[in-house]
T-cell receptor, first 112, second 116 residues
Framework: GQQLNQSPQSMFIQEGEDVSMNCTSS?????WLWYKQDPGEGPVLLIA???AGELTSNGRLTAQFGITRKDSFLNISASIPSDVGIYFC????????????WGLGTSLAVNP | GAVVSQHPSWVICKSGTSVKIECRSL??????MFWYRQFPKQSLMLMAT?????????EQGVEKDKFLINHASLTLSTLTVTSAHPEDSSFYIC????????????FGPGTRLTVT
């Protein structure tokens, strides 16, 4: 099935560093969602984006809906140990808002 | 707000038995709920879309007679894994669709199923 290209696959950073990850699609999307999943838990919604160019923050997290509507990025500033986890992008293709399309995830490790 | 619960959080069952997993939206009504399956170190795979008061819509390759879904009310959907086999062992996660303001999906904490 359709899948988003999410990169990087994994990141190992020092506490306090900024992090950036992104997702791209082959088709136009009308919604981008960013989730974080801890081991053994369900994904938790971090940020939802609905308009091209939209830039939204949630604490130290900032995400943007790309102008082309085919990409989105998530930035985490001043990382802390509890940022460890897997971050997933997901979105709705403009031609099908029934099924959420997922990226493969970015695994983030933070060295204290 | 937008809290989704799942029960049980983990279950071990023997091959051939059936297991029921409940998904509840605690502080909102959900006309649509989703059931996902996730293998270790992989993304979420949509199994079926559960619509209140109607039949579920299954994704290609998902056996509807094996994975029975019932969405009997606006706050409860259940997934029953029938005649479970070891290969059904997985992490099952439900989500609920919040229509107000957009199409966010809010997820439950997941259910770890182990079939022995």
């Amino acid at each position: 099935g359709q899948q988003l290209n999410q990169s990087p696959q994994s990141m190992f950073i020092q506490e306090g560093e900024d992090v950036s990850m992104n997702c791209t699609s082959s088709s136009i999307f009308n919604t981008w969602l960013w989730y974080k999943q801890d081991p053994g838990e369900g994904p938790v919604l971090l940020i939802a984006l609905y308009k091209a160019g939209e830039l939204t923050s949630n604490g130290r997290l900032t995400a943007q809906f790309g102008i082309t509507r085919k990409d989105s990025f998530l930035n985490i500033s001043a990382s802390i140990p509890s940022d460890v986890g897997i971050y997933f992008c997901a979105g709705y293709d403009a031609g099908n808002n029934r099924k959420l399309i997922w990226g493969l995830g970015t695994s983030l490790a933070v060295n204290p | 707000g937008a809290v989704v619960s799942q029960h049980p959080s983990w279950v071990i069952c023997k091959s051939g038995t059936s297991v029921k997993i409940e998904c509840r939206s605690l502080d909102f009504q959900a006309t649509t709920m989703f059931w996902y399956r996730q293998f270790p170190k992989q993304s979420l795979m949509l199994m079926a879309t559960s619509n209140e008061g109607s039949k579920a819509t299954y994704e290609q390759g998902v056996e509807k007679d094996k994975f029975l879904i019932n969405h009997a009310s606006l706050t409860l959907s259940t997934l029953t894994v029938t005649s479970a086999h070891p290969e059904d062992s997985s992490f099952y996660i439900c989500s609920a669709h919040l229509l107000a303001g957009g199409y966010e999906q809010y997820f439950g904490p997941g259910t770890r199923l182990t079939v022995t």
